[in-house]
């Protein structure tokens, strides 16, 4: 068997990547996708210490965050397209519409 | 032995084109690094006895969400994002900001591995009855939750609907 914190530090590398994609692209499309792996780091630990207490609620919890995942991906994208329609744009440093 | 070989490929795997999705200037290759990422996350998910969990992720992540995702880079222009700059002006700041998270965190946790005594134990159940316990899981304890995510999913469904058709003026 494989140490539970070994899963935790897996979860750690793919969570910190996922804020790095977030803070540094412009692409809104590729900051959504960093999104999802920051979600996946999360399910890792779930996953890992559901099977730490012998308990399946964690992977319970996991589904929940796969369901929000996937509302905020279908959610996320129609607003990308609504945007890319009004201001021909993708670049999250054009989207300035709410600056002062 | 072989389990820990499996589990340091497939980290490997998920890390190095989690690395790829964040740096490639194509948003097309971004998704593709990404499913190679959901299929390695799949696989760890197998290797800790989530067979349920695993057939979702591969279901929902690669087969709905990443087919969504790709549907709509194809929708969007993507000429004009190849010529520009890929990542914004403040990145320093945002490798050092991240840096730091990974540092805390990992220090804490390499601290703290040992003090949590965190011992492999066996896993819960035989490989067939993993489906059956989230199953009972699901529609026993989590009944409300179960009804709240299912409104969850419609008003997305419904929002992603409106937002994507009407034209903002």
């Known amino acids: ?100 | 032995m072989l389990e820990l070989i499996t589990f340091i490929v497939l980290s490997v795997i998920a890390l190095v084109s989690a690395i790829l999705v964040i740096t490639r200037r194509n948003a097309v290759h971004s998704a593709i690094w990404l499913v190679v990422t959901l299929f390695a996350v799949s696989g760890i998910y197998l290797l800790q006895h989530a067979e349920f969990l695993f057939a979702v992720q591969i279901i929902l992540y690669v087969g709905g969400i990443m087919v969504l995702f790709l549907f709509v880079v194809m929708l969007v222009d993507i000429d004009v994002a190849l010529k520009q700059a890929r990542f914004a002006r403040q990145w320093p700041v945002a490798l050092v900001t991240a840096a730091l998270l990974l540092a805390i965190v990992g220090y804490a946790l390499y601290n703290h591995s040992q003090g949590l005594n965190l011992p492999s134990r066996p896993m819960i159940c035989a490989p067939a009855q993993n489906t059956q316990a989230v199953g009972l899981a699901l529609y026993q304890n989590y009944m409300l939750p179960v009804e709240i995510a299912s409104v969850l999913l419609l008003v997305a469904m419904v929002g992603a609907v409106i937002m994507a058709k009407r034209k903002l003026e």
């Open chain 1, 1 to 100: 068997m494989i140490p539970t914190e070994y899963y935790i530090f897996l979860g750690t590398g793919l969570f910190t990547i996922g804020v790095i994609g977030v803070l540094t692209r412009r692409n809104v499309l590729i900051i959504l996708m960093s999104i999802e792996l920051i979600l996946n780091a999360v399910n890792i630990n779930l996953v890992a210490l559901s099977q730490y207490f012998k308990s399946v609620d964690g992977q319970v919890f996991a589904i929940f965050v796969i369901t929000d995942a996937a509302a905020e991906a279908a959610v996320g994208l129609g607003l990308i397209i609504a945007l890319f329609r009004n201001k021909e744009t993708v670049n999250a440093d054009e989207i300035d519409l709410l600056k002062w």
